[in-house]
Nanobody
C-alpha cells in the first residue's frame, strides 16, 4: 500500500504559477502510473494529467494543455504538477492518485489518493 500527501496549494492571482507536490510513502511510486485530478465545489472530480511509471508518457486534459506539466522524481518518490498561466476556472481541490495498472483519465481506475490541496485563483 502507498500513502500519498498532496501539498503546494495556495491563493494566487490569475496569470500566476504554482507547483503542487505529491509525496509518497509505504511503497515506491515507480510501480505506479500517477495522476492529478481536481474537484471544484459542486462538481465532479475531473482528470487533469497522468504520467506513466517511467515518466516517458504523459496525457493532459484539454483545459490545461500547454499550461500544466506533470513530472515525477522516482528517486524522491514524488510527483509534481507545475501550473502556469493560472485562470480562475482552475480553482479547485487538487488530488494526486496512484494506479497499479491503468494509465487512465478515469478516477475509478486509481487505487490510492492523496488528501487534496486547495488551489484558489483570483481574478
Amino acid at each position: 500500500q502507498v500513502q500519498l500527501v498532496d501539498s503546494g496549494g495556495a491563493l494566487v492571482q490569475a496569470g500566476g504559477s504554482l507547483r503542487l507536490s505529491c509525496a509518497a510513502s509505504g511503497r515506491t511510486i515507480s510501480s505506479y502510473n500517477m495522476g492529478w485530478f481536481r474537484q471544484a465545489p459542486g462538481k465532479e472530480r475531473d482528470f487533469v494529467a497522468v504520467i506513466s511509471r517511467s515518466g516517458e508518457s504523459t496525457n493532459y486534459a484539454d483545459s490545461v494543455k500547454g499550461r500544466f506539466t506533470i513530472y515525477r522524481d522516482n528517486a524522491q518518490n514524488t510527483v509534481y504538477l507545475q501550473m502556469n498561466s493560472l485562470k480562475p476556472e482552475d480553482t479547485a481541490v487538487y488530488y494526486c492518485a496512484a494506479a497499479r495498472i491503468a494509465y487512465s483519465v478515469s478516477a475509478n481506475q486509481y487505487n490510492y489518493w492523496g488528501q487534496g490541496t486547495q488551489v484558489t485563483v483570483s481574478s
